[in-house]
Every structure is written in structure tokens, then in C-alpha cells.
């Protein structure tokens, strides 16, 4: 068998969780598996560095920080080789030139294109341990990349698809997916499957736990990935394409602290409103989220729409500008809002889920702002105050039926 | 103009320094010039590094620990084009694979074989200041090498030959070579020129500006290099193949604290009793330098040479072990000696030198223990509690002439 392992940061974060990861490559490896590991740079380095370059430049070069960022993962791969030789087993350690991980040219963001095989099955060949950098790449230029937030992830399921690896583990500093976030709701179970597509909507609302991008890549190579603790022998959660048992109602509840609201007030109720309005936000990357429009009376119209907070001061102030030519009354705004979502894959077939979690919400007596919903997904925002008892009210209702 | 400029560890200790060296750099740009500048790691990182992969394995592998030390000075390298970007000017980092700088393939003491200049020049081309790792390359397994003590010069003296550079600047924190160590002669005198030949033999000895390969690559390619601080606008020192002006007697004089002495007393006196010596210390890798024979009488002779004091107890043990093989009645040694050299290209055509350093030291009441020789170096081991008097008595000697 082929495994990828991926850990994380904290993993690695000292020389002592360096041999634990050592170990558990070890482990695996004697049990005459071949063993591919991703590694993301030790703790607390890629912060580290970045204040090294916050002293150096105001707003240093993507391509610098890149060539920077970089060299925190070659030297946790570098470390965990010599700790697994320490140990007596064979490794190596590989960099993004040296597997030959092309990505696309954007800095910063870029993502995986293509890699070279090549490298690593030889290696494996020689019956190696073979320790890859995760979060980086090489582009079209011969520059180095790095691959945004949960970089890693993504190299860890990209070797996997790449190499037909037969499993694709993702260590991390919890034992699982979770029906909620424990720290919040402390009754929260974790689950032993979850579909790519709830698993892709957790994330996208905030459950941290995988990166969207390396689980948007799983599910299209069809990569079973295992998320568990780099610290227990806990089995962890298995993300897949279908769960074994019937499809849960729900599967989890997502907070998300990030969101600010804007309104609209007094747009004209005219084709073309609500391009102009997102078309000029759009132009400074300010992602928008859940969109609400009115419907239109006495010839105008509103619309809401939530952003990240870092961008609402740049949103409003974008929206400020182009007011003669979007055409509006007035703009009010609130940063202080959270969405609390529920995510399902057996919601698409059963109708009462939403209102069910309406009534929770209800009952706690919490007010709902907006409402946004896909096939597997309910979202609602409220008073970022509230969002903690409004996720555990949701939690409890969705509960006795797990 | 091409020039290359090489900046050290320490002028690259932390964000203000690397302004200063981003600086300096923007001044050579600013006068019409193409800029190539080799940097090594920031500080102690390199110490820090190796402490770290201490802590994780007693013995870390050499391809690992060249895998770990090169991502210093790609930390260097991209913080200082941060730098110089942010006064406004184009600069851009490459690494050993990206310059594609071929070494052999030994870890940890590579030697450079071949430098590609397309990225460099192209580069060059865009008006962009280019910012090269030193220390480092990549061998034929596309594995990261580094190039030893000094490897950062040799880099510097390698991209200058290779791109036909006008000029090859290396900083330090000294602003030139001295006709001795300032610390230990007060009145040494900066040299404003110096020979290759000349600065090969205080370098080996112990001068500390240039390391040797960088002297004899720069030697063997006609590179001339100019050793200046890099925090004056002093002219520091020209290292080149003649001197402009006549060749001074002495150059400058050299304090080695480094070596033990070892003796070995009555070997056979026949041929190939030095060979056997010398045979089993080499395939310790244990280098020998000054070298005495006595002349055999009785049928028995003495071999008396040094080592480095990191080396003695392994070359006793080695002797000890080999005393059958080779044949001898006993074993001396003493750690407390030091080499005082004197070196001058003008040395080799004035018979009257070694005597004047002779009588300095006998006037000063040093015993000399042993003497050795080279066309334009004398060198004689002393106590190593009389070296800085001896060095000072024959800096005096000297002195007054230049």
C-alpha cells in the first residue's frame, strides 16, 4: 500500500513532535507500506517570518514572500528525515524543484498543475521515506509558489491522486470532524464519515478543520481522505464521496464569526443593479457571500450582502465612490453579525429541516438577519453576541436523532 | 560595469543591516551598473540551524543538514530584495536551483563545477539588481548542496568569473587585510594591495578575511577582488595576480592558534617509515601540516609534525593503534603551540628575510620549536602563550620599511 500523511504545523511545531511524527512514519513504514509525507512549516515560522518581512517592506513583494515562505517547510522535511534516520529507517527529504510541483504563476495563491512522479517513485523504490514540503510550488517562470491557506492539504491530496495513493491521512491537533465546535457546543460528537460535499460547505463556513480546496480536489480525483490526531490512535473521520450508513439529516453546524453586513437602500428596481453593485466589488477582489434583494416597490429596491470584515471598510468605500454610478440613497452597514449554518447531505430529500432550525433559533429567542440555503446547506446570520448559543440551540435540536 | 558584491552573516544580522546592505546595492544601480549580490545567512542562523538538527539527531545526515542550512540564506536573499524594492528600486532573488549552480556531489564541502547565466543575465537584462544565495548548489541527484567554510565567497568569485564581472566586492566587518591582527599588533597597517599568492598563504593561516578556495578560484580565473567593510566607504583592500607597486618584502604576519605538535620518536630508518605515517592519518582524513624530519643516526630517526588540536586525539589513537605497522618507540605531543608566519611575495629573490624574523623572535627570548618554508611564506611554532609577542616582535621587524 501507498499512504500520504500530512501533518501540520503544530505537529511539528518542536524537535519532540518531530520524532512523533518520525514514529508514526516509522510505524507505517514497517508495516512494509510505502510512505509518502507532506510537511507544513514548525509552528510558529511562517509568522515568524512574515514579521521579518513586515520590518523589511510595507507591502513586500508576493514573489519575495513566496521564495521566503518557502523555507520553513524544507527545514521541517529536512529535520523529520534526520529524525527518522535517527531512528534507523531510510529517508529523504524533497523540495518543490526537486518533485517537480508546477502550479499555476500567481503568488501567494497559485494552484497545482502538474507533478513529476518521477522523483518520489524512485525514491520509494529505494524503499525510502520520502518527506515532501507542503504549501509550495514551482511555476512556469522557475519561481517559487506557495499555495494560500491550507496549502498543505492540498499538496498532501495531490501527491495522493497523483501517485494513486490507497489512503490520504490528514493529521491534525483534533482526533476529527466534529458535529459542531466543541469549545462551543461541549456535547458536540465527532463523526466517523462525512461526504465531500458537507465537508466542503463546513469549511467554507468556518470549521477549519480542512482546507476547501484540498477537499474540492479530493472529491474530483476521488481521494478518500482520513482527518485524525497527530497525537492518539484515534480512526478519525473518513471524507468521501458517499457515507456507508444512511445520509444524516445533519451532519454539522458551522459559526463564522468573519462576516459584516452592507444594505443597499434605495437602488433604482432596473435591470443591472445588481451587477453594477457587485461588478465594482468585485474589481477590488472583495469576495461577497450571502446576497438578499427586496422586492421592488414604488420603483426602487434594496439589496444586503455580507463581506469579510477585513474588506468592509475598503467595500464601503468602493460602494461610496461608484454611487453615481450604481445609483443608491443610502448605505448601513453591521460588522458585528455571524452566520451559524447546518450541513447535511440527507437534507436535500427531507423539507422540514429548515424550519426546524428556525424554530430552534426561535425559541432561544434569537432574531434572524438573513437567511441564505443550498441543496446541503441552511445558513443564517445573526448578532455575532448570539451566534455560540444560537449554533448550540441548533446543535441540541438536530441532536437526539444522531 | 557588471559588479558582484558579497555580503557575510553579520552584515546581514538583522532588518537594519540588510537596509544598509540594500542600500549600498541601490548605490551601484543607481550609478548605471549591472548588480549581482551573493548573501549568506542572516546572523547566527546557521548555528541555529545546526543546534536545532542537533537536538534531533546525534549524527544528522549531510544531504539533510545541506537540505536544512540553504534555506538561510534563501531567507537573506529574499528579505534584502524586499528591501531594496521598497526604496524603489527592481530587484529579484534566485537559489541554487533556480541559478542552477552545478557542484559535485558531496554534501557539506561541494565544489562549483558550473554556473548557468541565462536566468542571471536575463534578469540583468530586465534592470532588475539580482540577489543570489551563497553557500549553495545543486548536484547531478538534483540534491542541494553547500559548499563549506568560506562557500559564500567562493559563489561571489565563481558568478564573477562566469559573467566576465568588472568587479568582485566582497564586504566583511573588517574594512581590508591587515599586515596582522589589529587585537593582537595595535599599530598593523591596512595593505591596500595583496597578492593572490600572498593572501592564499595568510588565509590558510589563519587571517580569516578569505577563505582559500575563494582565493584560488579568484587566482585561477584572474578575478580580482577587493575586500572592503561594509559599513564605511573605506577602499579596502585589492586581492590580485602583481602588485602595482614593487613587491614588498613582507606582507603581513600570521598568528595560528590552531595546531598540536606530535612526535614520534625512534621510527626505523628506512624507506617508507613517513609514508606509513602519513598513510593512516590521511585515511582519518586528518590533515598534517608543518612537517620535521630528523636525520637517522643509530639506525632510528624522528618524525615530528602538527595537527589541528581538534584532530590530536584521533591521530594519537590512530598512531597508538598502527604502532606495529609503522614501528616506533614512543609518542610526543603538545597542544599549547602556535604557528607565527610572515608572508611576502618579495620574499622569494631576499635570502635575508628568514634570518630577520629569526633574530626578531631570539631577541624577544622566544624559543622556536619548529621551522617550515615556502617560496614566499616562513613559518615557525612557538608556545602558544609567546605567539602574540612573537607576532608583534616580527610585525616591528619588519614594519619599518613598508
Known sequence: MLIVKKFGGTSVG????????????VEEYKKGNDVVVVLSAMGDTTDD?????????????????DMLMSTGE??????????????????????????AMHTTKVYGNARLRKIDRDRILTELDNKKIVLVTGFQGVNKYDDVTTLGRGGSDTTA????????????????DVDGVYTCDPRVVPNAKKLDEITYDEMLDLASLGAQVLHNRSVGMAKKYGVELVVRSSLTDAPGTVV?????????????????????????????????????????????????????????RDGTKDISFTVDSKDLDEALKTLEEAKGKIGFEAITHEDNVAKVSIVGAGMMTDSGV????????????????????????ITVLVDEDEADRAARAVHDAFNAED
Open 240 to 296: 468521501k464521496e458517499d457515507l456507508t450508513v444512511e445520509k444524516r439529516l445533519v451532519s454539522g453546524v458551522a459559526i463564522d464569526k468573519s462576516p459584516a453586513r452592507i444594505s443597499l437602500i434605495g437602488l433604482k428596481d432596473v435591470p443591472g443593479t445588481a451587477f453594477n453593485v457587485f461588478n465594482v466589488l468585485g474589481k477590488k477582489n472583495i469576495v461577497v457571500d450571502i446576497i438578499l434583494q427586496s422586492i421592488g
Open 14 to 25: 518542536d524537535p519532540d513532535r518531530i520524532r512523533n511524527v518520525a514514529r508514526r512514519c
Open 49 to 65: 517570518l512574515l514579521e521579518l518581512a513586515s520590518k523589511i517592506s510595507s507591502k513586500p513583494s508576493k514573489r519575495e514572500l
Open 157 to 172: 491530496v495531490a501527491l495522493a491522486a497523483a501517485l494513486h495513493a490507497d489512503a490520504c491521512e490528514i493529521y491534525t
Open 74 to 99: 524544507q527545514v521541517s522535511v529536512s529535520l523529520c528525515a534526520m529524525a527518522i534516520m535517527e531512528m534507523g529507517y531510510p529517508a529523504i527529504s524533497l523540495n518543490a524543484f526537486q518533485v
Open 354 to 377: 429548515a424550519s426546524r432550525m428556525f424554530e430552534a433559533i426561535y425559541n432561544a429567542g434569537i432574531n434572524i438577519k438573513m437567511i441564505s440555503t443550498s441543496e446541503i446547506r
